[in-house]
């Protein structure tokens, strides 16, 4: 009797075992409008896909999360326990066994919704047809926003619709004066970056992002952001926002659509929610590396056959918090890694990628605001292969690959390469270690 106790203890079953760790740790993606190519919501699709399971949850490719955790933590960390990585591994050694239906937890996914409640309002990008070739797709796309009024906004969401194929979007808004800009609506609203340099310099006119005598427009840069599985970015009370003119464009540069084997339109949604107090504490933002404010070293030159490291280094004037951080390359990204040195030469931990993924690039926002002291130095380090080896070069045989300096301030082509660095940060008060930024 103890014996079959044991072995009935042992005995992990689809239905009691696997389904809660897929609800917590995969079906937010793997749902059937999540960013994933396919649903792993009842046993059946499961069981069909138990090999490559098995590979990627022990190789530790899912749940995505290239950050080393073992260097710095953030909010939503992705990743599987030891303990669940065992009981997946057992339950296919054992041959997956479906098990009592009446164990099955009462969900096996939670449809996606919004993470901050209901939007005061709702607005749609252009739908966009996605070719199925199985590629990768990037895309600026613009949405022009106009309103009664000047208003406050506390956050903005994005949210793919139906057919979620969206594998990541950077959005930023532009705001008009009401008399810098006749119209926001009369440009073009999809520009395709993997066409040629000069074409793209035509395409990128037709946007119509300047202002109507060729200046910028006032630009906020990460009003929007989104990943898979990303839980949506408000943060405490008092920290964030910004003011939406009546007159601006929502600037998603870039979208970048995963790789599907049959063409669908895909439908994206932001939702607004607005605040009727000024931000207190706007986000700052600066950018280190490729078309920011610290240099790269050596410059980003990649030659053929080359797996090569850069650095860039950059002084804090003033005592910051830090919010998130956002490192970013292409295709050659080999490795990633950035610090603060403080001026009692003390490390403070940023981020480690120590296998870079084009596919997953987080804003990771730390749990609580980091503070860098004046006069500390931030560095990164960073790392390009541009052999063979790397299954994401674009050339084969492999070419030199340099950084391009964006056209007009935005969008580049995935297959030039770039070097950035993005900290969202404030100027410290204290306390600010002790905020949390996971409420
Ligand atoms: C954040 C979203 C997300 C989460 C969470 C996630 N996946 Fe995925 N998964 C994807 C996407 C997107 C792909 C398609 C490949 C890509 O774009 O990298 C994928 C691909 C896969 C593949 C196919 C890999 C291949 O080489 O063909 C498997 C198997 C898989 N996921 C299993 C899982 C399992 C098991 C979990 C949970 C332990 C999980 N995924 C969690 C988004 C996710």
Redesign the pocket.
């Known amino acids: 009797m103890l014996l079959f106790a044991c072995i009935h203890k042992n005995t992990y079953t689809y239905t009691k075992d696997i389904a809660p760790?897929?609800l917590e740790?995969?079906t937010?993606?793997?749902q059937p409008d999540?960013?994933?190519?396919?649903s792993?919501i009842n046993f059946n699709q499961v069981n069909r896909?138990k090999n490559?399971?098995l590979?990627?949850?022990q190789s530790g490719?899912?749940?995505?999360w290239p950050a080393d955790r073992n260097y710095t933590h953030f909010i939503g960390e992705?990743y599987?326990s030891e303990k669940n990585k065992r009981i997946?591994k057992e339950w296919i050694k054992i041959g997956a066994p479906e098990g009592n239906p009446s164990d099955l937890p009462k969900n096996t996914y939670l449809p996606i919704k919004s993470f901050i409640g209901e939007p005061d309002t709702t607005l749609w990008f252009d739908s966009i047809y996605i070719e199925g070739n199985s590629q990768d797709h990037f895309y600026i796309a613009t949405l022009p926003i106009e309103l009664p009024e000047k208003k406050y906004v506390r956050a903005m969401e994005f949210l793919p619709g139906k057919n979620n194929l969206v594998?990541h979007m950077n959005g930023r808004l532009l705001n008009y004066e009401n008399d810098q800009k006749v119209s926001v609506s009369e440009g073009e609203r999809l520009l395709d970056l993997e066409i040629n340099e000069q074409e793209y310099i035509n395409q990128f006119n037709q946007l119509k992002l300047a202002n109507d005598d060729g200046s910028r427009p006032q630009q906020i840069n990460s009003a929007v952001n989104y990943?898979?599985?990303?839980t949506g970015q408000i943060y405490p009370e008092g920290i964030g926002g910004f003011t939406i003119n009546s007159k601006s464009i929502l600037l998603a540069d870039d979208i970048h659509f995963?790789?599907i084997p049959k063409g669908k339109w895909s439908h994206n949604k932001v939702h607004v929610f607005f605040s009727d107090s000024a931000p207190k504490r706007p986000i700052n933002e600066v950018m280190m590396g490729t078309n920011g404010v610290s240099k790269i070293i050596p410059p980003l030159v990649i030659p053929p056959h080359q797996i090569t490291s850069h650095t860039s280094f950059l002084e804090i004037p003033e005592d910051i918090s830090v919010l998130t951080v956002n490192p970013h390359m292409h295709l050659l990204g080999k490795s990633f890694k950035s610090f603060a040195i403080d001026p009692s030469g003390d490390t403070i931990r940023l981020i480690s990628i120590p296998k870079w993924?084009f596919?997953?690039q987080y804003f990771y926002t730390f749990p609580t605001m980091v503070k860098i002291p004046k006069g500390s130095v931030i560095y990164l380090e960073a790392s390009f292969d541009n052999t063979i080896d790397n299954p994401n070069n674009p050339h084969n045989p492999p070419q030199e690959i340099s950084e391009r300096f964006e056209f007009g301030g935005a969008g580049m082509r995935t297959t030039d390469e770039m070097l950035q660095f993005i900290i969202t940060w404030l100027p410290y008060q204290k306390g600010d270690e002790n905020i949390r930024l996971d409420l």
């Not at 999540?34 to 396919?38: E, K, L, N, S, Y």
């Open positions: 760790i897929l740790n995969c937010p993606c793997h999540g960013a994933a190519p396919f792993l896909k490559t399971i590979e990627v949850t490719l899912m749940p995505p992705k599987l997946i594998h990943l898979p599985g990303s995963g790789p993924d596919r997953w």
